[in-house]
């Protein structure tokens, strides 16, 4: 079965620096891979997805991801934190062989401090 | 209007109760299901069903039961409520590609 870990289930960064969630997946065939963020009170929102083309993924909100199969890696990353980023995050996967199951990890809450 | 809305938004209960909770979606898509949110848990799976006639237990489906009435419609039915299942309900749905999930605003389940 696939597996999803979030390194750090909280993270603060000051307005303007660099954000950086982890997400490590675990299985023998890389997985399509998302990030979800979930912001008060509402349900998730796909932020962005991985499903083979470029290794590179950009998405919503100026947050993009890197897809590192060497390290079984899929950090999301956004080089200025705005005050609205602040929500929580999730990573999931879902098994290429198998589209029904989608694993998710436990999520980073990120703080945004002016 | 929401694509994927979820019935009732709040809810609070007693132990013992029967409890159904809605979810209907106008994406026309044909895969749905449910999840439950608990804090440092993430999202886990309940059940989901790929169409009307095929609905498949998820990893913690105990205690819970669902319908799928239509295309439309996907119901999650707590038999017997007890206070463990206190939690955040999430309904989806998956698009024919099937690579990406959409999810309702959640039910946010309490059980006294």
């Known amino acids: 079965a696939q597996s999803v870990t979030q390194l750090g289930s909280h993270v603060s960064v000051s307005e303007g620096a660099l954000v950086l969630l982890r997400c490590n997946y675990s299985?023998?065939?890389?997985?399509?891979l998302f990030w979800y963020v979930q912001y008060p009170n509402q349900g998730l929102q796909l932020l962005l997805k991985?499903?083979?083309?470029?290794?590179l993924v950009k998405g919503i909100n100026g947050f993009e991801a890197e897809f590192k199969k060497s390290e079984t890696s899929f950090h999301l990353t956004k080089p200025s934190a705005h005050m609205s980023d602040a929500a929580e995050y999730f990573c999931?996967?879902?098994?290429?062989?198998?589209?029904?199951?989608?694993?998710f990890g436990s999520g980073t809450k990120l703080n945004v401090k002016p | 209007d929401a694509d994927v809305t979820q019935t009732p938004r709040n809810r609070i209960t007693k132990t013992g109760k029967r409890i159904m909770l809605e979810c209907s979606q106008t994406?026309?898509?044909?895969?749905m299901y449910w999840y439950r949110q608990d804090p440092g848990l993430g999202l886990r799976l309940i059940y989901y069903?790929?169409?009307?006639?095929?609905?498949n237990k998820g990893e913690i489906s105990d205690g819970y039961s669902v319908s799928r009435q239509a295309q439309a419609k996907f119901s999650l039915s707590l038999e017997s409520a007890i206070p463990n299942q206190t939690a955040l309900y999430f309904c989806?749905?998956?698009?024919?590609?099937?690579?990406?999930?959409?999810f309702g605003p959640g039910t946010r389940l309490t059980v006294l």
């Open positions: 989806a749905t998956s698009e024919p590609t099937r690579d990406t999930q959409y």
């Open positions: 299985s023998s065939v890389p997985p399509y």
């Open positions: 991985y499903t083979s083309a470029a290794t």
């Open positions: 999931a996967v879902s098994d290429r062989n198998n589209f029904n199951k989608f694993y």
């Open positions: 994406k026309g898509h044909d895969r």
């Open positions: 069903s790929f169409d009307v006639k095929d609905i």
